[in-house]
């Protein structure tokens, strides 16, 4: 099976050694992405829904880039750092989701790679 990588040019993925997403065969899975700008923190920083919705542009443009489309998700993983955000989230990803209805996760953490960066989110799709 042929793989086909993507990269979103996002700030972590040289120098972490990864890609934003990677395809392979019928399956594509989208990396923790942010809305991180090129000095590693959020471009919009205090407001979790606008993270949440540049990091789904994000991995959207990474799935095209791929072959695939939102409607292709069947897993999605979400991390945030406030608990206070998680009904903004689940809204947020019930108007992009509510009818594919992907397994999904929600997890509070401690926090991310940068204080600022209140939300990261990964996911996985596949056709068929």
Known sequence: MSRKRVSSGGPFEEGGGYSRAIAVGDMCHVSGTTDAGPGGGSLHPGDVAAQARAVFAIIEGALTEA???????????????????AEVLMELHGEIFRHV????????????IRPSLLVEIELTAQRG
């Open 101 to 112: 209805r992907p397994a999904a996760t929600l997890v509070v953490v401690a926090g991310l």
């Open 67 to 85: 072959g695939f489309t939102l409607d292709d998700v069947v897993r999605t993983r979400m991390y945030i750092t406030n608990a206070a955000d």
